[in-house]
Structure formats: C-alpha cells, structure tokens
C-alpha cells in the first residue's frame, strides 16, 4: 500500500508543480485519504497501456494457484510493476521487478515480475510505468482445455484420404486426397513376389508435416508419444470430445484419431515376412497446393531395422489401448509387432541411406530421409513394449540399463520404452530392481536439473539450459522436457517438477527471447506464415490452429532471412523457413502430451471436473 500512495503523491506533486497556484493542504490530504480508502487502484485512463511486446507473458494465461512470471526484456526506469484488470480497468496487484538476469546466449539482459501470490481470476496485463503493458492473458481454471484439444484435433486436419467436412474442418474444409490405393514397389523395395512397379494399397494416415508423404520412423515416436498420453491419463483421455467424424460413436475421440495412422501402419507391413518399408512417398516434395492436387506417383520404399522395430513397439503399445474397444484388432496389433520383431532380428542392420540407395535405385528419391546410423535405442523400445505387452522375458535381453538420459526425439526413441516400463513397473514382476532403479535415477537427474535452470534462468524455463536445446524443432525439446518433468512429478508428487513443467509451457506460448506464442491461433503474436501446404495453399487463410512450429534453430538449413543467429532468438514467421517454421506430427506429440497431462492434472488437484 505505501509504494501506491507514493506513486499519487508523485503524479499530485507534477499535477501541483504545472499549475499556478499550490495545491491547499487541505485538499491534498482529502485526495490521499480517499485514495486510500478506495484501495489506491489508479483508473487504466491514467496510465499509458499501449501494448509493449517488450514485457513477455505466457499469452493464454496461468492457473489461479500456478506460478505467474513474466519477463521483461527492455530496460524499466524503475523496478516497479502492476498487475491491472483489463475488464473494470484497476490495479489489482503490485510488485517489485528483479535484479537483472544476464542471457546465457547474447548480450540481452532481462528483469523478472513475479505475480504469483495473485490468484483471482479474470482478464488482466502486466503494466510498467516506463514500458507499458504486457499482451493481456487469462487466470482461470481449465486455462489450457482448447488448447489442449486444438492440439490434438491438428491431427484430424493431417488426415490422408479423407474429405474434411466444414461440420469439423470450418473454413479448412477440403476435399480428400491420396486415396493411396494405387502404390507402386519402388525399386528399392522389389522382391521376387513383389517386384518394382508392384501396385498395393495403403491409405488413410498423417501427411508428415508441412509435406504430405508418411513416414513410419516418425510415426513412431508420434505414436508412441500420444498413446503414452492414454496410458498415463486414460480417465481424462477417454473424456475428451475432439469434434470429429466418430465423435458420437463408443470410442474415445483420441482413439479413433490414433486409429487412423494405426490402419496406414498397419499397411505398410510385407505380411509374407513382417518387414516395413520405410516410407511412402513421392519422388520429390509437391508445391505447395492443397491434397487433392497433389498427384504425383506415390512409392512404398525401401525396408529398414529402425521402420520394423519402430512399427514392433507402436503396434505393442497399440494393443493395450485396443483390447477394451477392438480386441480382435488388438490381437492383430501384436502379433504384427512381433512379426516385425522376427524380420529385425534377421536383419539388425538394414540401415536406411538414401544417398547411396539413388545411386543404385531410380526414380531418385528426395523426401525426407529419416535415416539413422543407430538402432541401438529402437531395439530397447520395441523391446520394452513387447515386454509390458506379452510378459514374455526374452525381450528383456535387448534392454539395457540406461547409462544417462537421452531426451526422445525420431532418432532416440529408448526413452519412451523406459517411460512405459515405469508406467507398469508395479504389474512387471519379472522386471530387474537394478534396470528399474537406474531408470528412476536418471530420469530425476535429469528433471532436478531442468529445475534449477529454470529457477535461474533469464527466462524462468528449463528450455535453453544450453544451446544444444536449439536444434531443428526446438520446440519439441521445450516439449519433452516438460514430459520429463511430468513424469519425475508423477514419481515423487513434488510441486517443483510440476511447476518447471508449466514453464516450458509457458516459454511456448510467449515467454521467450523473441515473444511468439509458437502455436498457430492461440495468443497475441502466433505464426502467420508456417511451413505447410495446407497453410500456404490457402494464404487468405488464416493458419490452421493448434500446430506448434518448430521454432529457434540456429543451424538455418533453410537459406531464409533471419534477423539473428542468436540461438534463442534464430526464427521467422516465413514459409520458406522449414528449419524454423514448419509444423510436423512429431513435435505436436509432446507438445499435446505436456498440454493435456498438465490440464489433466489441474483439475485432479483443484478436484475439478
């Protein structure tokens, strides 16, 4: 209260020093009392609220109970700060900015408004006297239900072969495309009973990303990341209304989404000797039209050990969440994966190099590669999930005891076989104390070291810790990290790993070093100009909604403009930048997991619906 009298005091004694005469004592004092008994909340009339992008906000908003932090990046002539209600336009809340915070990655130098302790709900923004306002957010309970839905409805507009309905897709309505029933054998994937130019069938799927071919290594983790959501949540998942066509019938929405990548897997499998061919493709990317005018050739190419033993764990996976809906399927389901098992095993390491597969092979193929030079991490994933699935000990042998923790991406996916084999630690009698111990280990090694970054950091986020974070897809390790802080929170109950998870969120909606909200529709300043032919072929558009970009990478692959090679700050909001600004069905996964399982867990805790 007194930094508020002082404040009045200090605009009377302007308004005083422009007038003619002094101000009566008298009078001077029947001002302050009044402003005191009003609670000194200055009219936003008063003050200058121009938006300053300068002061960062998560751009949705904050949980009534959850830490509220925003960053300022401009230099304030004074460490105070107001929180002021947009709607009755009063200040609400007051505090004092912290000692400068030195950037880890550039010059910029940045100062903390703590607002925590404030829990009403409402419509507010951060004000500072010198700057302005911050974009104005929410508090509210169930603050991140659409957009947790959004996130996982991005998947319904991925959709292959289907029409989208203006019913479900809005003003992104569109007429199907890739039927995919008319696949031709490429050459690198001949043999003798299917020999190159054989024509099979292997429709529905996920468009990739801002392409539209389908990759069975990045449906992998894809897969696996959301099917985790279920495991982990089934209560809250099974709850979930998406606004698609199976909406009304007995399944779960999220479900029948994940169905429909399923049923492509499923065909991209050789039933005479369980392999999986690595992807199905064009020759070469289309432009950037809408599905249905994309046509040409599309190939099932080359068999791979990384596709078959990615398919081997989904498929494992996907029976335990199949066997209450669809049980025949879901027996299918795993004897596919273990079919896919047996062909890996026979060939361990059929690597996937495309340079050198188009020197022999033609048409040339020049889509995304997926290849890896290690499958030592997809042996310990497929392994993993064969094991919870069958019980059957023998693939224990290919899960080893993890030396330190790889955060999961297409290419090291071993994490998310220790992930389930957490999850079912307690119905996994025959699982090693050792193998489970050093799991748990390093899982919270890790999660406390995100934490104290976070505490520390010039942006109050696990996320940049170092500038390894800021790889193609920075977004997605934003997001992965949140899920590993979700999963030490779910190990130990502690409100801190809870709270570092929400950071992360709070980085991708708008607290970071350039202020974007990363998600397309959602916040104040969102990308307009992603990476995606659904998106470009329709620019008067605006962009489909709940796809998070990329985001900062340095490396630049694009040969775009940017307007720095500062880590943290290496993004444009253009389309040509496919190293910063495309959308991909492998970064939406843990996004939409953290999203989710974070409002899941609000409402377990505030005993909300």
Known sequence: MKTKITSLESNLHTINASNSKPMKPFLFTLIILIAFLEGCSPSLGTVDTKINEAIRVNQLGYYPEADK????????????????????????FEGKLSAPVQSVF???????????????????????????????????????????????????????????EEKYAGIWARPAGHPDDQVQIHA??????????TVLSAPMGWYDAGDYNKYIVNSGITMGTLMSLYEDFPEESRQLDLSIPESDNAIPDLIDELLWNLRWMANMQD????????????????????????????????????????FAAVMAQASRILKAYHPNLAAEYLKAAESAWHWAKKNPEVLYRQNDMNKIHQPEIHTGAYGDNSVEDEWVWAASELFISTQNPIYLQEVSV????????????????????LRFSEDLEQLPSDLLAAIRSKLMDQANAYVDFANSGAYRSAMGHTAKDFVWGSNAVASNQGIVLLQAYRLSGEQRYLDGALSNLDYMLGRNAIGYSYVTGFGYKTPKRPHHRLAEAEPEKEPLPGFIVGGPNPGQQDGCNYSSKIPDESYTDEACSYASNEIAINWNAPFAYLVNAVEFLSREMSGGD
């Open 402 to 421: 993890p030396d330190s923790f790889e955060l999961p991406t297409w290419n090291k996916v071993s994490w998310l076989g220790y992930y389930s084999l």
């Open 106 to 164: 550039s010059d910029k130098t940045t100062w903390i408004a703590d607002y925590s302790d404030f829990e009403k709900a409402g419509e507010f923004c951060v004000y500072i006297p010198s700057l302005g306002c911050s974009p104005s957010f929410q508090i509210q309970a169930n603050i991140f239900e659409p957009l947790g839905k959004a996130s996982l409805k991005s998947y319904y507009f991925q959709r292959a072969t289907m029409d989208l």
């Open 271 to 310: 039933s005479e000797d369980g392999g999986v061919y690595h992807k199905l493709t064009t020759a070469r990317f289309e432009g950037m039209v809408l599905p249905h005018k994309a046509t040409n050739q599309r190939y099932v190419v080359a068999k791979s050990t990384a596709a078959a033993l990615d």
């Open 69 to 92: 932090i925003a960053v300022v990046t401009e230099e304030p002539e004074s460490n105070e700060f107001f929180l002021l209600d947009t709607k009755n336009k009063q200040q609400v």
């Open 188 to 197: 690198s994937a001949a043999s003798p009973s299917k020999p190159e130019g």
